[in-house]
């Protein structure tokens, strides 16, 4: 068994269950030798989808996956999606061919490449240690949750392997936090009046824990957006904090006395830089990395341990309910029910208008995949899901185009939910190409385009100030046509009533994908200035 080989099913056993990628000479034989050991291969029509389609399937269903890219141009083809990654703290490996002569056409310091985006690198360096620094790569990935960058020479590749070493399936043990951090939290939570749960990324597949004690000591429940979903039913969540909130939301959590944070970084994002926290307020993060307490703004308390541990040794050591902050109803905190002035014509329909139809025809299973852009705030604030599961948001490096990928990679993970792609226009075209990905993988997915023709979002930061908006304005395009050439069934939308095509298709035996071309009306969104502010 040569390194190749050796290296891809060591890869497999060590515990990467998915592999996306662009298969070219240099990784032929490494991603042959991952399927061989199990993992199953998603060819993408481009490196950037592939690495957007490993990270979105690792975030659905709590695995490690990987992408697979050819020396050089491939992985630096697969970048912005590995940086998203790599932000996101996504446990994913990255298996790259790779050449070590300068004068190679495909040479690129691939380990500074992996550096400045905030990638692990790591390298396969000698026939007798392969599978050892292969489960490694896969080790780091899991339990300090990084983006890897495996390096795999093209020499090493066909050496043969010695001995043969058995991989072992690698498992994450969860970090167990100090007893008098926790002690420090419960009295806390005691001495609350109004204390707010906001819950993040770490919480996911916590719920019940943390809502066992909200409930014990008043709390109202709250998630970042990348958790949105993780209360949903229960009559005491807030639903998203930050620039997707409703006003009634953002109005209650301003007035907490105490805001914990649970696994959750309490960004400018998930806090509206600051504007969130009442000035008399009290800040907790309880997180498994000690790097991510106090990274964004100062806190009275940092607890270093697992949410479900922290949570649960909390909720034993707390005693008697409290009313806490559950005196009265919270009154309406959905976005969809704040009343707006309905901007939509025969030609355009308002995407408020067009998000709020659509949440009512789609099945409540259902996987929401968001792109980068103007229109983003609308899905996201306006469509339901069912669980932490239920919303997959690659947002961290806020680069357009990733959409439609990751919804592949979610729908991929979560097989029996119905997959929607919320894409701008500018999204859209950018990654038409995996339209072909779709199509060809048989998956029922609903693609909604959000179509302003324009990148909506420099227009409505530029246009107050009279700057010419012609670099970042289109003529009308067919995106409907365009899908039809790839398989799917299409429609325009203008109007609510021409949504009738959504709820047949939705109705009918779906044998093809579905794309809607929505022609929105031009409207600036509400988080729009906060975002550029974040710049």
């Known amino acids: ?28 034989h490494l991603t042959n030798a991952m399927v061989a050991g199990g993992a199953p291969f998603v060819a993408a ?24 890219v050819h020396q050089g141009c491939g992985l630096t083809n697969a970048m912005t999606g590995i940086t998203e990654a790599a932000k996101s703290r996504t446990p994913m490996v990255v298996v790259a061919a790779e050449v070590l002569e300068p004068r190679s056409n495909f040479y690129v310091d691939q380990e500074a490449l992996a550096r400045a985006v905030g990638a692990v690198p790591a390298r396969i360096t000698s026939a007798e240690t392969a599978v050892t620094e292969a489960q ?7 339990e300090e ?14 050496l043969e392997v010695p001995s043969p070493v058995t991989a072992q399936r690698l498992l994450r043990d969860a970090v167990v936090p100090d007893d008098a951090e926790t002690g420090a939290l419960v009295e806390l939570l005691q001495r609350a009046e109004r204390p707010v749960f906001v819950a993040g990324r770490g919480s996911r597949g916590h719920r019940l824990v943390l809502e066992a004690l ?23 969540s807030l639903g998203i904090s930050g620039g997707f909130a409703s006003p009634r939301t953002a109005e209650l959590i301003r007035a907490a006395d ?10 400018m994002w998930t806090m509206r830089h600051g504007q969130l926290i009442g000035p008399d307020a009290t800040v907790v993060q309880v997180d498994d990395d000690p790097s991510a307490l106090g990274a964004h703004r100062e806190i009275h308390l940092g607890v270093t341990g697992d949410v479900g541990l922290t949570a649960t040794r909390a909720l034993d050591a707390f005693g008697e309910r409290r009313t806490g902050y559950r005196t009265t109803e919270l009154g309406s905190v959905r976005r969809r029910d704040v009343e707006y002035d309905d901007t939509s014509t025969a030609e355009r329909i308002d995407p408020r208008t067009l998000s709020i139809a659509l949440d009512d025809l789609l099945p409540a299973e259902r996987v929401v995949a968001v792109d980068s852009g103007n229109f983003m705030g609308y899905p996201s604030a306006y469509l339901d899901v069912p669980d932490e599961n239920g919303l997959c948001f690659t947002q961290a490096f806020q680069s357009i185009g990733l959409g439609l990928a990751t919804a592949i990679g979610a729908a991929l993970a979560q097989p029996d939910r119905l997959p929607v792609a919320a894409l701008g226009d500018g999204g859209a075209l950018m990654s038409a190409a995996e339209l072909d990905t779709v199509r060809r993988l048989g998956l029922p997915m609903l693609v909604v385009v959000y179509n302003d023709e324009a990148y909506g979002a ?17 003529p009308s395009t067919d995106i409907a046509a365009i899908a ?4 799917f069934e299409a429609a325009t939308v203008r109007t609510v009533g021409d949504l009738v095509a959504v709820e047949d298709w939705l109705n009918g035996p779906r044998p093809a994908p579905m794309l809607v071309d929505a022609k929105v009306a031009d409207q600036p969104s509400w988080w729009l200035e906060e975002a550029f502010r974040g710049h």
């Open 1 to 28: 068994m040569n390194v190749a080989d050796a290296v891809g099913r060591a890869l497999a056993a060590a515990g990467v269950r998915q592999v996306f990628g662009v298969v070219g000479s240099g990784n032929f």
């Open 484 to 487: 039809r050439g790839y398989g």
């Open 458 to 474: 420099e227009v409505h930061h530029f246009a107050p100030g009279g700057h010419a908006l012609d670099t970042v304005t289109f």
């Open 45 to 68: 029509r481009h490196e950037g989808g592939a690495a957007t389609m490993a990270d979105a399937y690792s975030r659905m269903s709590g695995t490690v996956a990987a992408v697979t």
């Open 136 to 142: 490694a790569a896969v080790a780091t990935a899991m």
């Open 214 to 236: 909200a409930e014990r000591c008043g709390a109202l429940l709250a998630t970042s957006a990348v958790a949105h979903g993780l209360f949903h039913g229960n009559p005491w």
């Open 258 to 267: 105490l805001i914990v944070g649970w696994g959750c970084a309490l960004n």
């Open 145 to 158: 949750r990084r983006t890897v960058l495996l390096n795999v020479p093209l020499p090493v590749q066909t």
